[in-house]
């Protein structure tokens, strides 16, 4: 298969914290248009895997393809402009800015205003625990309202790649499923979608695929009706 083939390719993809091993030839494929997750329990390799794709964490082993473009050594900031948005754990964002001034950070500098004002509009509509609230310092917020808000400024930018590591940690159960309709929405949208989850059950039940790494690690992958099945996953979290 020719790396065309893929929205997104891991290809044998090995990295290092130090002189500890933290992945070790992890591959996994997301076609394009595809939502799939990445699960593993604490400590398995999920950000990890997160970080090597985003160009925070140098690679010494494998290579990274995105739309057919090895991305392997491209550091975070040239990958926005190849449509690659990103969904850090813990949202990141600047308390003491404005939410339409922390989506704006997402947005194409050299954009025109004009084109934003459309664009958040569209993207308003999909968030409507934050579309009142756009002139609100991101700091006041509860955490699930900016939790909305670190997607929101990830798709201003119309990414034909998302990547999301932990969108769902610190949500309450029943945020969890709506902020996760807003994700298989955007996907239905035609974005792919690489989710790193540790909530299976949930992501599950909105990807079309799956892997599971344990100790940085790929040990299972399959559509999500043969994950649900897998008795390793049922042991871990079902």
Do not use: W
């Given at each position: 298969?020719?790396?065309?083939?893929?929205?997104?390719?891991?290809?044998?993809?090995?990295?290092?914290?130090?002189?500890?091993?933290?992945?070790?030839?992890?591959?996994?494929?997301?076609?394009?248009?595809e939502?799939?997750?990445?699960?593993?329990?604490?400590?398995?390799?999920?950000?990890?895997?997160?970080?090597?794709?985003?160009?925070?964490?140098?690679?010494?082993?494998?290579?990274?393809?995105?739309?057919?473009?090895?991305?392997?050594?491209?550091?975070?900031?040239?990958?926005?402009?190849?449509?690659?948005?990103?969904?850090?754990?813990?949202?990141r964002?600047?308390?003491?800015?404005?939410?339409?001034?922390?989506?704006?950070?997402?947005?194409?500098?050299?954009?025109?205003?004009?084109?934003?004002?459309?664009?958040?509009?569209?993207?308003?509509?999909?968030?409507?625990?934050?579309?009142?609230?756009?002139?609100?310092?991101?700091?006041?917020?509860?955490?699930?309202?900016?939790?909305?808000?670190?997607?929101?400024?990830?798709?201003?930018?119309?990414?034909?790649?998302l990547?999301?590591?932990?969108?769902?940690?610190?949500?309450?159960?029943?945020?969890?499923?709506?902020?996760?309709?807003?994700?298989?929405?955007?996907?239905?949208?035609?974005?792919?979608?690489?989710?790193?989850?540790?909530?299976?059950?949930?992501?599950?039940?909105?990807?079309?695929?799956?892997?599971?790494?344990?100790?940085?690690?790929?040990?299972?992958?399959?559509?999500?009706?043969?994950?649900?099945?897998?008795?390793?996953?049922?042991?871990?979290?079902?």
């Amino acid at each position: 298969m020719g790396e065309t083939k893929f929205m997104l390719k891991l290809d044998s993809v090995s990295t290092n914290y130090g002189v500890v091993a933290m992945l070790r030839d992890v591959s996994l494929t997301l076609q394009q248009g595809e939502l799939t997750c990445l699960l593993g329990p604490n400590g398995a390799g999920k950000t990890t895997t997160f970080r090597a794709i985003a160009g925070l964490l140098p690679l010494v082993g494998g290579k990274i393809h995105v739309m057919g473009a090895d991305i392997s050594t491209l550091r975070t900031e040239a990958l926005a402009p190849r449509g690659i948005g990103f969904v850090p754990e813990g949202r990141r964002l600047f308390p003491d800015l404005s939410v339409v001034e922390n989506i704006r950070l997402g947005f194409d500098a050299s954009g025109s205003m004009d084109v934003f004002s459309t664009r958040l509009m569209a993207v308003s509509e999909l968030f409507p625990h934050i579309k009142g609230k756009l002139r609100q310092q991101a700091g006041t917020l509860s955490g699930g309202e900016q939790a909305m808000v670190a997607l929101a400024r990830a798709v201003i930018g119309t990414p034909k790649l998302l990547i999301m590591d932990e969108p769902s940690l610190g949500l309450s159960p029943k945020l969890i499923d709506e902020y996760f309709e807003i994700v298989a929405e955007i996907n239905r949208g035609g974005t792919s979608i690489l989710l790193i989850e540790q909530n299976a059950e949930t992501a599950l039940s909105i990807a079309h695929s799956g892997y599971l790494i344990i100790k940085g690690s790929i040990v299972a992958k399959g559509s999500s009706a043969e994950l649900i099945e897998n008795d390793l996953v049922r042991k871990l979290y079902l």
